[in-house]
């Protein structure tokens, strides 16, 4: 993969396109925001001398029959190159059509039975549009089948190009600054104490954590090109990180949150977060995040995280949203982020941590 970062490095788009010389662009994009975030007027200029067509077709939380649509679309067209723009979606959206449109069908047991290698000619370039998701530096791609979330992992899905431009993020609203924000930073701190964690993801984590801790809160009140840049490039490498180590708990408890509750994926694993952190701190040092948060405990972590949540508006509380419905969350939670986080819980731990007496 190869990544160019910083403002105005979607600049880049051209001469890549040249170099690999690129005929026909299958452009995906967000239906609305791709246009009103004036975001289109750069990728427009930058395709100017190119033939595209785009495909925009897909729900927020993309469904295998949404895949299945943009595969159909893919293949009439046959383009050279897919160029993703957009949020994780779109992202996730270009990886699947680009990795399995090689499958002469593609179901359920496609996504579940894992996937075989197969050649792939064409090139993928992502563009990330928000600060969050991290999926521009991810070999993973999400797909909802019967409103549950399927996590599809292979070396091809991995971008080609990433283009991580601040200046592509400038008017991005502030709610999804704080809870594509709020994301960047939980997969940070999820990266650094998994059991999948190496020297290298961890050092990927706390660079990431360095742009965005003492970004997020100015980004979303008086936002400048360097907040933005910081975001932008927090948000990349805690991509990266978690590419290396996968997430945990705090993504594994957020799923259930999105699908039953409709809050937006950043959002929701930032509300799960905080009942994680001491417990998961215990099993491994994090001074190094300590520092970066400028406290001296997890416990003092756990409440600059709230506080953190309550400055940016997104704070609120689990046992609040759930009420009587803790079990069914909890038997929903992805047992294959069970498996990466550092301590493990029993069912009876679980319920313990959304007693409404907790000091949440």
Same mark, same amino acid.
């Given at each position: 993969m190869k990544s160019y970062l910083g403002n105005s490095s979607h600049r880049e788009i051209p001469g890549i396109i040249q170099k690999n010389n690129i005929k026909r662009i299958f452009l995906v994009t967000n239906k609305n925001s791709f246009v009103t975030s004036g975001v289109s007027q750069y990728i427009f200029q930058a395709l100017n001398d190119c033939e595209y067509k785009r495909f925009s077709d897909f729900r927020i939380n993309p469904t295998l029959e949404d895949v299945k649509k943009g595969i159909r679309s893919f293949l009439e067209y046959q383009p050279d190159l897919i160029i993703g723009v957009g949020g994780g979606s779109a992202m996730d959206m270009s990886k699947l059509i680009h990795h399995l449109a090689a499958y002469k069908s593609i179901n359920q047991e496609t996504i579940?039975?894992?996937?075989? @290698?197969? =050649? &792939?000619?064409?090139?993928?370039?992502? #563009?990330?549009?928000? !600060?969050?998701?991290? !999926?521009?530096?991810?070999?993973?791609?999400?797909?909802?089948?019967?409103?549950? =979330?399927?996590?599809?992992?292979?070396? !091809?899905?991995?971008? @080609?190009?990433? #283009?991580? @431009?601040?200046?592509?993020?400038?008017?991005?609203? %502030?709610?999804?600054?704080?809870?594509?924000?709020?994301?960047?930073?939980?997969?940070?701190?999820?990266?650094?104490? %998994?059991k999948g964690?190496?020297? =290298?993801?961890?050092?990927?984590?706390l660079k990431a954590l360095k742009y965005l801790v003492p970004s997020i809160r100015d980004v979303i009140v008086k936002p400048t090109h360097e907040l933005r840049e910081n975001m932008a490039l927090g948000a990349f490498y805690a991509g990266k990180a978690i590419d290396i180590s996968k997430t945990t708990l705090p993504h594994a408890c957020s799923y259930y949150l999105t699908t039953k509750y409709g809050f937006p994926h950043g959002h929701a694993v930032g509300i799960v977060l905080p009942y994680f952190l001491v417990a998961n701190a215990a099993a491994l040092d994090i001074t190094?995040?300590?520092? #970066?948060?400028?406290?001296r405990s997890a416990l003092e972590l756990k409440t600059q995280f709230i506080t953190m949540m309550k400055e940016i508006g997104l704070y609120q509380s689990l046992e609040?949203?759930? =009420?009587? @419905?803790?079990?069914?969350?909890?038997?929903? &939670?992805?047992?294959?982020?069970l498996k990466n986080n550092p301590v493990t819980f029993t069912k009876e731990q679980f319920t313990s941590l959304f007693n409404p007496k907790d000091d949440l």
């Open positions: 579940t039975g894992g996937i075989t @290698d197969h =050649k &792939i000619s064409n090139k993928l370039m992502l #563009i990330p549009t928000t !600060s969050g998701s991290g !999926s521009e530096a991810t070999r993973f791609a999400v797909v909802y089948i019967d409103n549950k =979330k399927y996590s599809v992992q292979h070396n !091809s899905i991995l971008p @080609d190009y990433s #283009i991580v @431009d601040g200046l592509l993020t400038e008017k991005l609203p %502030a709610d999804i600054t704080a809870y594509t924000g709020i994301d960047a930073i939980s997969q940070a701190i999820e990266s650094y104490w %998994a964690a190496n020297k =290298k993801s961890k050092s990927y984590a190094p995040i300590l520092r #970066i948060f400028k406290v609040y949203i759930l =009420k009587d @419905d803790v079990e069914c969350f909890i038997n929903a &939670i992805n047992p294959e982020r």
